[in-house]
């Protein structure tokens, strides 16, 4: 029994990735809060979302995640149940190897705000 675990720089060339697609790509899923299918947490502009003021300032406390599927919008108070409630999804046939793939959005720690705020301070 071995672990692997990783935060890679560049996904592309990453020798996690090399053992991630050998594995059954387990997603951890969350059932949304409108419609109860299974979402996956994933940084994209897409689906976490914030606004901005009338000057372009970015507004962190204002973030957001939208069902891939119903459009409907979680907070992140509405996280919480939906943690216990989530359930682990294999996206691949099993052959020997469980991959299991989690960002940090689903951390009970930090807020998306807080997510957002650092992706701000770093993203230029």
């Known amino acids: ?3 692997l675990a990783s935060t890679p720089v560049d996904w592309e060339t990453s020798r996690i990735r090399q053992e991630w697609e050998k594995s059954d790509k387990r997603y951890f899923k969350l059932p949304c809060i409108h419609c109860g299918e ?8 897409e689906l976490l979302v914030w606004d901005k003021d009338g000057n372009g300032k970015h507004l962190p406390d204002t973030v957001r995640f939208t069902c891939e599927h119903c459009g409907g919008i979680i907070r992140h108070d509405d996280k919480f149940e939906m943690l216990d409630n989530g359930y682990w999804e294999a996206s691949a046939p ?7 793939w989690l960002c940090s959005l689903y951390s009970p720690f930090k807020t998306w705000a807080y997510y957002v705020r650092e992706f701000l301070k770093v993203k230029d």
Do not use: D, K, N, P
């Open 1 to 3: 029994l071995w672990l």
């Open 38 to 45: 299974g979402i996956v947490l994933r940084w994209t502009r």
């Open 94 to 100: 099993f052959e020997g190897t469980a991959g299991f």
